[in-house]
């Protein structure tokens, strides 16, 4: 690694603390920076001061049609009968740089242990952080210290490139393997900034020591993200082949709900909520616009009615107007009435969605749990039913209802480690 040069210290006065040591903290991050290899001192949330120091390798990733840790059996519950077809040929893919050398980029491999593999750029991060004590706490908060010094790194490194693969992590869990050393420093160094030390890194020695001056922390998956729950239950295969012999269209709804149901499964708690909201406000868009198209409302009125300044512009008058509706043809049809406003369902969807979601967008919040976050989804979800569910000329063609709409299947877990490597 590369560190700034050294300079003399005589002459401060000593005014500043002592720091005892110095933590390395490393991680390997799943993308590559466009940052030299040299150190950058960078804010770093308790002294004030930290150092920063990037560097690169080329990895493999990989993929296998078979597994040596995993049966079929301890997913599927039955021996499996194999692939119909296996490829029978070894393929390279190579790319053409504009110099018109050549690399490979990609290996297809055949037979019933083939797949592919793929080189992958990554970043190897290395922060720096001042510790006042070296004593057996010395790790107690390095790896969130360092989490912090990363991600605003990372952010200004986004906001310059506007890179799509970098991302900020979570140090306690976005990464497979987490190594953490302490360098002490000489007794003789005088009292300084964390910046005067840090500007000696070059003179420390790092442990190697596991549970004296190193520690590692290791990444976790579970057995529950390999696979969910076995084969689906009879009612539910039955559904399927009902209705797969049919065309059927997904709408926009349904696509931003498996989007929130996704990113509680990636850790992406705060986006999960943003969506479900999404969600159920494009549910009602749609049910809206449906209802005035009924009433004979062409494609371009209906377009300026729900438009910015347009009558019905906002969610909140699109449901008054959804409810009229619905109380209206009830009554005409000698039905008994039912609004979605003043509903329980919708007093849980205001408080565990629509204000979550508003903290989220106009307060900055992003520590949202997964808790927080299911609950979000499940009260967008029965919302966007209840609101269908008013009149049979709201109801959707595809909609879920019932236990569904509580997400069983949907509990907390480590993840795969694989998905710190997706795109």
């Known amino acids: 690694m590369l560190f700034p040069k050294s300079y003399c210290l005589a002459g401060r006065k000593n005014l500043m603390p002592r720091y005892a ?38 990895g493999t990733f990989a993929w296998s049609r078979t597994s040596p840790l995993l049966r079929i059996e301890d997913v599927f519950g039955v021996p499996g009968r194999g692939m119909v077809a296996i490829p029978t040929h070894d393929y390279r893919i190579a790319s053409v740089l504009a110099s018109g050398r050549e ?11 083939g797949g592919f593999t793929e080189p992958r750029p990554y970043a190897v991060a290395n922060v720096f952080l001042c510790l006042r004590l070296a004593d057996d706490q010395w790790a107690s908060n390095t790896i969130q210290r360092a989490t912090a010094v990363l991600n605003n790194v990372l952010d200004i490194y986004r ?13 306690q869990r976005d990464t497979y393997y987490t190594l953490v050393s302490l360098a002490r420093t000489p007794p003789d160094w005088p009292e300084g900034s964390a910046r005067d030390t840090l500007l000696r890194l070059e003179e420390l020695r790092f442990g ?4 004296r001056d190193r520690i590692h922390q290791v990444g976790a ?45 990636r850790f992406e708690w705060a986006l999960a909520v943003m969506d479900a909201q999404s969600a159920f406000e494009v549910l009602v868009a749609t049910v809206f616009g449906e209802i ?31 409810d009229r509706v619905a109380v209206a043809e009830a009554t005409a049809a000698g039905e008994p009435a039912r609004r979605f406003l003043g509903s329980s369902t919708e007093s849980s969807w205001r408080a565990d969605l629509y204000r979550l979601r508003h903290r989220i967008v106009h307060e900055g919040l992003r520590d949202v749990t997964f808790d927080l976050a299911k609950r979000a989804v499940i009260a967008g979800l029965k919302a966007a039913h209840a609101v269908q569910d008013l009149r049979p000329a709201f109801n959707r063609r595809l909609m ?14 480590a993840g ?4 710190l490597f997706e795109a």
């Open 416 to 419: 795969r480690l694989s998905r």
């Open 221 to 265: 998956n579970s057995y529950d993200d390999l696979f969910f729950g076995g084969l689906l239950p009879t009612d539910h295969r039955d559904l399927f082949a009902r209705i797969v012999d049919a065309r059927h269209e997904i709408e926009v709804f349904h696509v931003l709900v498996f989007d929130a149901i996704r990113r509680l499964k």
């Open 103 to 113: 690399i490979l980029t990609a290996e297809l491999t055949r037979g019933p242990n």
């Open 292 to 322: 005035l198209t009924r009433q004979g409302v062409n494609a371009l009125d209906i377009e300026g009615l729900l438009a910015h300044g347009g009558r019905f512009d906002s969610l909140q008058r699109r449901l008054v107007e959804i």
């Open 21 to 58: 040591g110095v933590a390395h903290v490393q991680w390997e991050l799943p993308f590559p920076l466009r940052l030299p290899e040299a150190a950058f001192l960078c804010w770093e949330p308790d002294e004030g001061t930290a150092t920063f120091v990037p560097a690169y390798g080329v």
């Open 159 to 171: 906001l310059i490139t506007l890179d799509p693969l970098a991302r900020g992590i979570n140090g």
């Open 400 to 413: 879920w209802s019932g236990s569904a709409l509580d997400l069983p299947h949907m509990t907390q877990s």
């Open 208 to 211: 190697t020591t596991i549970g």
